[in-house]
């Protein structure tokens, strides 16, 4: 689903940036006092020239270092105090359940590879950067919730009044033409069933530019995808795999769409949902993650050594972001 790929882009965008910084954040200290001929031949390291101008390695890491790598630093303290806590409490995160949320973010698009290389094209996470990132996620949310009690009947409740967020939904991979007019829909259509290629006739008779290019590929969408016009999810939930519907009026105009593909997705069997269910109503009787993460910095005694030196006067009291992925 193009919207929901593009929210999960943004997301993971702050997360890639962090992961970056780490290498960079390390690396600025030690460039700062340069000690040997090889550090000396880094520094003066060109980069990039513009005009008469040069920019070598060392001045673009003291200027990522100075603007970012307090919070690296704080996002490091963060790691480290969620995995003092987990150590000290015995909570383990296994690769059963990082694989598991990672299926889960993968929601929307067509594969596994599909989503992977998205997030490497998109904003350059890795594969080791994601599985990192989650299970940090996973491991403060056990701690979190280590304490918090969830009766069954709670669960039971929230099931009973909440029936449409365990229900299993179907996804489709779709196409469209979109025309202006009934009239110039009737015609795609007909050029359609007549045998054309339908990616052709998409990039010669589509209105909609975003797609238009693409063949009018859609890629994957929701049964309930609120961004997607009602009558198009309709026609879709109609038509076999390799079928193209007839014109249907939509608030751009008039489509015809094709059924690529079609799935379904299952929310999983009444012991999963019930521990989903659990999960998520922990979550929300516990204190909010950045919340949470800043108290365990507290107790394991974060002190931040010469922080205004390295990063300015204000650096000592900067409070700690929220861990990726959390509340």
């Not at 105090?81 to 690769?95: C, F, M, P």
């Not at 309930?224 to 007839?246: R, T, Y």
Request: glycine share 8%; hydrophobic share 35%.
């Amino acid at each position: 689903m193009r919207n929901g790929k593009l929210l999960w882009g943004i997301i993971v965008l702050l997360m890639a940036a962090c992961l970056v910084l780490a290498r960079i954040a390390m690396i600025g200290p030690r460039a700062s006092a340069p000690d040997s001929s090889a550090s000396r031949g880094e520094q003066s390291r060109i980069v990039a020239r513009i005009g008469d101008k040069a920019i070598t390695s060392e001045t673009l890491k003291q200027k990522v270092y100075s603007k970012y790598g307090l919070e690296m630093l704080n996002q490091m303290l963060d790691h480290l105090a969620i995995q003092l806590e987990a150590d000290d409490r015995g909570l383990r995160v296994d690769e059963k359940e990082i694989a598991a949320e990672l299926t889960r973010m993968q929601q929307g698009y067509g594969s596994e590879e599909e989503f992977y290389q998205s997030m490497k094209e998109q904003v350059g996470m890795t594969r080791e950067e994601l599985h990192e990132d989650v299970y940090y996620k996973l491991l403060v949310e056990k701690a979190a919730t280590a304490d918090i009690v969830v009766g069954e009947n709670e669960i039971s409740d929230y099931i009973k009044h909440h029936p449409e967020e365990f229900a299993n939904t179907e996804q489709f991979h779709l196409q469209y033409i979109l025309n202006e007019t009934l009239d110039q829909a009737n015609r795609t259509y007909e050029l359609a069933m007549g045998g054309n290629d339908f990616s052709t006739l998409a990039k010669e008779r589509s209105l909609d530019v975003n797609t238009a290019s693409e063949g009018g590929d859609l890629g994957w969408i929701e049964e309930n995808d609120p961004f997607v016009s009602p009558n198009i999810l309709k026609a879709a939930k109609g038509m076999a795999v390799g079928g193209i519907s007839q014109p249907v009026q939509t608030d751009g105009g008039y489509a015809i769409v094709k059924l690529i593909d079609r799935k379904e997705y299952k929310k999983g069997n009444p012991e999963a949902i019930r521990e989903s269910v659990r999960k998520q109503l922990a979550l929300q009787k516990a204190p909010p993650i950045k919340d949470y993460t800043q108290q365990l910095r507290d107790k394991w005694k974060t002190t931040l050594v010469n922080a205004d030196q390295e990063f300015g006067p204000t650096a000592a009291s900067s409070p700690s972001p929220a861990p990726s992925g959390g509340q």
